[in-house]
């Protein structure tokens, strides 16, 4: 939480500022065929840290956040989370993957659930919650995404905007160390971006650990302790937002940013 | 014409049309109830993330699938209650209508691990993953999210196996069950060939009322139950 109050100006960016090691990747590499999508990663994020993956369109970045919660298997390395290195399969990684929040591009709302119902679902199912207690936490939830009065309606009854915050209180709903966004804006028309980025914002400012596949500088530069360039399956920059959006190192972020910022 | 017409009226006096076709009602009810469980079992296997249980699956579904059902049949008959001595009621007729639900079954599961197959096609793969990604592993993912999805966009094509299913029920004759209509059909035409185009436009008729019906409400169901994405 004392993360909460700094500024812009003055982000806690270098690692010692940080709570203890939350997720670590040592040596992951992947292929697609012979497209090697992910080479020797190594990235660690602490607790309460908020990391931005930006980076070209198939640079790797969104299997890098599939792969934290082995929706992606890796070919080579190690990933841990909390100190526990993912499981190959069965209950010992859904116990684990129900520890990580995940909110993707395409939202992924149970089609044929109420909204009330996607959120339930997870506590009572997997969490083993009581309904009624599960019903009144994910209330409380919809409530704080701002779509409590949507709470009995089917998610194709929904805006882009209003499902990927429903999508949101989901993930919350498990209570999760870790959240990872694959993309949470880039399905949504321009005008409901907003609306899930102050969702994401607000989250951040709690304390949560996320880590945001995302090209929103604004909320890197309102939210992120630290941005990860990735480009051609490799992690090529990390720095802080200022830093990375002001004065990059690398002339590959200088090429992306280029293309992106100039309109 | 009046004279043929009251003569013809008297076979049904003689036959017991409705009852014939009462059996392969039957027939089919109980059979529909006992593959689209195991058709649902088979399907499941096929999309499981196990290898042994995905071949073992496609192996009993391609095999089967690729049999006539006559053969199928034939070969409870004469393999496995003639030869194995292996009975399922000591009640001759019930035995022969419980062997004939067991053929019709393990064919026509086949077909519904296809068509539950072809709905689970209509889910996104994103569901799968949202539904791993909360911490559901295989089969609650499959209970909770991924089947509900399938059956309700395989409703069209189970409809279609139910028809199948209803008009293959004519093939009990070879397990003997001689109850059925498509046994009583040929008894009926043998001592009255005089009426057998009348005969077998009854029988042909009494299928098309019983299955345009099932199409009727297929159609319905589909899409009313159709997932809005």
């Not at chain 2, 393990?106 to 911490?135: D, K």
């Not at chain 2, 109850?179 to 009494?206: C, D, K, P, Q, V």
């Amino acid at each position: 939480m004392d993360h909460g109050e700094t500024t812009a100006a003055g982000k806690p960016g270098a690692p010692e500022e940080l709570g203890p090691p939350l997720v670590e990747l040592k040596g992951v590499n992947k292929h697609f065929g012979d497209l090697h999508v992910l080479r020797d990663i190594d990235l660690t994020v602490h607790r309460g840290e908020v990391l931005v993956v930006i980076g070209p369109s198939g640079s790797g970045k969104s299997t890098l956040c599939r792969a934290i919660n082995r929706l992606e298997t890796v070919d080579e390395g190690e990933i841990v989370i909390d100190g526990q290195p993912l499981p190959q399969e069965g209950r010992a990684l859904a116990k684990l993957r129900a520890d990580v929040g995940m909110v993707f591009q395409a939202f992924n709302l149970f089609a044929h659930k109420t909204i009330l119902e996607n959120v339930t679902l997870g506590p009572v199912k997997v969490r083993r919650e009581r309904g009624a207690a599960a019903k009144e936490r994910a209330l409380a939830l919809l409530d704080r995404v701002g779509v409590k009065n949507q709470a009995h309606k089917m998610p194709a009854q929904l805006s882009g905007g209003q499902q990927q915050r429903v999508a949101i209180a989901r993930a919350l709903a498990m209570q999760p160390k870790v959240m990872l966004f694959d993309e949470p804006t880039s399905a949504l028309d321009p005008e409901m971006i907003n609306e899930v980025l102050d969702v994401m914002v607000a989250l951040a400012k709690e304390g949560m650990t996320m880590i945001v596949v995302t090209h929103e500088m604004g909320f890197a530069r309102k939210a992120a302790n630290r941005v990860v360039f990735m480009s051609d399956g490799e992690i090529v920059e990390e720095a802080t937002p200022e830093e990375f959006f002001t004065a990059p190192r690398s002339d590959r972020a200088k090429d992306f940013l280029s293309k992106i910022l100039t309109h | 014409m009046g004279d043929f017409l009251s003569q013809f009226a008297a076979l049904f006096a003689e036959y017991d049309v409705p009852g014939a076709f009462w059996v392969n009602i039957q027939l089919t009810f109980w059979a529909a109830i006992f593959s689209l469980i195991l058709g649902t079992v088979l399907a499941l296997m096929r999309i499981s993330p196990i290898a042994s249980l995905q071949w073992a699956g496609a192996a009993y579904v391609n095999v089967l699938r690729n049999t006539p059902l006559t053969v199928i049949m034939t070969f409870l008959f004469l393999a496995v209650w003639t030869q194995l001595q292996i009975s399922l009621s000591d009640d001759f007729a019930q035995n022969f209508f419980r062997f004939a639900v067991v053929g019709l079954t393990v064919y026509h599961a086949a077909f519904v691990c296809e068509a539950i197959r072809s709905g689970v096609n209509t889910v996104p793969l994103g569901q799968a993953e949202a539904a791993r990604a909360i911490g559901l592993s295989f089969l609650p993912a499959a209970r909770l999210i991924i089947l509900p999805q399938a059956f309700r966009g395989a409703v069209a094509p189970l409809g279609n196996t139910l028809i199948a299913l209803l008009k293959n029920s004519t093939v009990a004759a070879a397990v003997s069950v001689s109850t059925e209509t498509s046994t009583l059909m040929r008894e009926m035409i043998e001592s009255n060939a005089n009426y057998i185009y009348a005969i077998f436009m009854t029988f042909a008729i009494g299928f098309v009322v019983l299955v345009i019906p099932i199409g009727l409400l297929t159609t319905y169901l589909s899409n009313r139950l159709a997932v809005r994405r």
